[in-house]
């Protein structure tokens, strides 16, 4: 969809990492969701990586969220401490998958 719908974004998405098996930031117990390929943040067109907590986001975040939305994904700009280049497939989503 996004590469049908979205062109400009799809022809300057990049990964800023996906499989990276490491703890979520500060805890030195709780995985994060990259170490188990759920999670995805992403970065356009060689961007320097959206920094987290600075209320601000990428153009290309803004055209290809509502896809990821869609499909079941949840958006790091939601979190208490924004970080817009992150999305992670929902709880409901992995539960439905698994099903």
């Known amino acids: 969809m996004i ?5 400009d974004a799809f022809e300057q998405i990049q990964t800023a990492g996906m499989l990276c098996c490491r703890y979520v930031r500060g805890s030195s117990r709780a995985l994060s969701n990259h170490s188990w390929g ?7 067109n060689g961007a320097d990586v959206d920094r987290m907590g600075d209320e601000r986001c990428q ?12 499909a079941g994904w949840y ?3 939601g979190f208490s401490r924004e970080d817009s280049m992150h ?13």
Request: hydrophobic share 50%; proline share 0%; no cysteine.
């Open 3 to 7: 590469r049908e719908n979205e062109r």
């Open 38 to 44: 759920t999670a995805i943040d992403l970065t356009f």
């Open 59 to 70: 153009v290309g975040l803004l055209m290809v969220y509502k896809y990821f939305h869609a």
């Open 75 to 77: 958006w790091g700009r």
């Open 87 to 99: 999305f992670e497939l929902a709880d409901e989503t992995v539960r439905r998958l698994l099903a």
